[in-house]
């Protein structure tokens, strides 16, 4: 055995036992219950707290029922938990503003997430992926292809997929780690920063406004951005977008090796993988390669062709072989709520993109399926609670592609809704829906034969839904419901 896995094995059986650890927001998407297993199973005295009820957290809590060593605060945060704490595991969506994470640090209490513990112990090699969107679905193709090229390859992350569940196999092993595949939201990479560790190889697939709710400026959010090659040597690989201002703006700063991808042709000094005459090429080697025919993916629309540019990007310069990642593409699929096919009845597709959580998102969205050889009408389903980012381009866009638009609005506190009807005032027919179900009942009667109704609601979701997830459940549920009629 290693030093440096010795060293792993001491701090995970010796330095979580019995310590107190709090578990800051469980939450429904799979970070809370990894966490709160994984310093369980060390031996730590773990202490869930969350905002939310028992009932409303019941999935998770489903899953940790087992562990006696767990106990619960739930309905709200008592500062007296915080200060006993010996270490605090925050979620990722609780921002450092919070006066019990203040009080912590005041204290001198450690505040990590599961993702800065996972990183200061993982000995196995990193592909991490940042971005606004395409994160999911960029980090799952690379998954895929690597997957089949080797099976050990984890894929996790930002993913409803806590990365801490495979760590003590992880450091079970003697040698030949496997790849780790990471999907990186910005705030986990504010959240393991003090760690200074960078993935082998980055990919940043592209930036524009998001969360803007949450930070200052947008220059903060580029920042938080870049943190994910600040400790990259000249050893590592970034792959970047370059059919993106700021993601081109990022070469400047990173330390090794730069792989591009694109929609179009890159120059000679740019080496990547790019489209070329609705074919996937590869620049990386000595000459150009053809990769695949675009007709040839599982699909469409040229958000998702640049996030496989991406993902072929990472697998070559990994070394996979091309059959390989031919074959691996071929059944690739999207991942839920993006762009996902739920149902088609009477010439009529009913689209779930419940992901598409700002106006850049539902944009991309629009543009895939309003391609003039297609000539598909859209009515589109969305609103929500804005991210306190622009909605002026996805008006105008959304006047020029959608037969009619359905807002969900309670009338309360949606944002997003109301900003999205103020850029469309003019604009008919747009009609509100207080429900899901009603939306999806109005939406089919504006439809016909080759029309797409699309839920891609441009906001960050409401009180109507738990979230992001549980309104693409809804949007299935009531499409399912319609279509049984």
């Known amino acids: ?149 080797d099976s050990r390859t984890i894929l996790a992350g930002n993913l409803r997929v806590s990365a801490l569940q495979f760590l003590p196999s992880l450091i079970d092993r003697k040698k030949d780690y496997p790849w780790v595949v990471l999907e990186l939201s910005s705030w986990q990479l504010e959240g393991s920063a003090h760690v200074a560790r960078s993935p082998k190889i980055a990919v940043i697939t592209n930036v524009f406004e998001d969360h803007l709710d949450r930070y200052d400026t947008f220059e903060d959010y580029i920042q938080a951005k870049k943190i994910i090659l600040n400790s990259q040597n000249e050893d590592d690989t970034t792959v970047l977008n370059a059919d993106n201002e700021i993601t081109r703006g990022f070469a400047d700063i990173a330390a090794g090796k730069v792989v591009w991808f694109s929609y179009s042709k890159l120059p000679a000094k740019k080496k990547g993988v790019y489209v070329l005459k609705n074919e996937i090429w590869s620049s990386l080697g000595e000459k150009p390669v053809r990769i695949c025919k675009l007709k040839s993916l599982q699909f469409q629309g040229q958000h998702v062709v640049l996030n496989t540019c991406a993902a072929i990007a990472v697998a070559l310069t990994v070394g996979v072989p091309i059959r390989t990642i031919k074959s691996a ?110 939306a999806v009942q109005l939406a089919s009667e504006y439809a016909k034969s080759g029309d797409v109704i699309v839920l891609s609601p441009a906001s960050a979701s409401f009180g109507m839904f738990q979230n992001e997830f549980d309104r693409g459940d809804q949007f299935n549920l009531a499409v399912e419901e319609l279509c049984r009629r």
């Open 1 to 149: 055995m290693t030093n440096r896995r010795c060293y792993l094995f001491g701090f995970m059986k010796s330095h979580f036992r019995n310590k107190k650890i709090v578990v800051m927001g469980l939450g429904l998407n799979g970070g809370g219950v990894g966490a709160a297993t994984f310093f369980a199973k060390c031996g730590a005295k773990v202490l869930v707290t969350d905002l939310r009820t028992k009932k409303e957290l019941e999935p998770s809590l489903r899953q940790l029922k087992k562990w006696k060593n767990i106990r619960y605060s739930l309905g709200g945060h008592k500062e007296g938990d915080f200060l006993k704490a010996d270490i605090i595991i925050k979620n990722p969506a609780v921002t450092n503003k919070s006066k019990f994470i203040k009080l912590a640090r005041k204290k001198g209490i450690p505040i990590e997430t599961d993702m800065s513990i996972f990183e200061h112990l993982c000995p196995a090699p990193i592909i991490g992926i940042t971005g606004t969107k395409g994160k999911t679905t960029t980090a799952t193709i690379i998954g895929r292809i690597l997957q089949q090229w």
């Open 329 to 438: 593409l071929k059944k690739a699929v999207l991942p839920d709520g993006r762009m996902e096919v739920i149902q088609e009845k009477k010439g009529v597709v009913y689209m779930n993109d419940t992901t598409a959580t700002v106006p850049g998102a539902t944009m991309a969205t629009l543009s895939a399926l309003c391609d003039k050889k297609k000539k598909q009408k859209v009515i589109l389903i969305a609103g929500g609670i804005s991210k306190n980012v622009d909605y002026e381009d996805l008006a105008a866009q959304a006047r020029k592609m959608c037969k009619a638009i359905i807002v969900l609005s309670t009338g309360k506190r949606e944002t997003g809704s109301a900003q999205l009807k103020a850029e469309l005032s003019g604009y008919k027919p747009i009609v509100s829906a207080e429900t899901m179900e009603h």
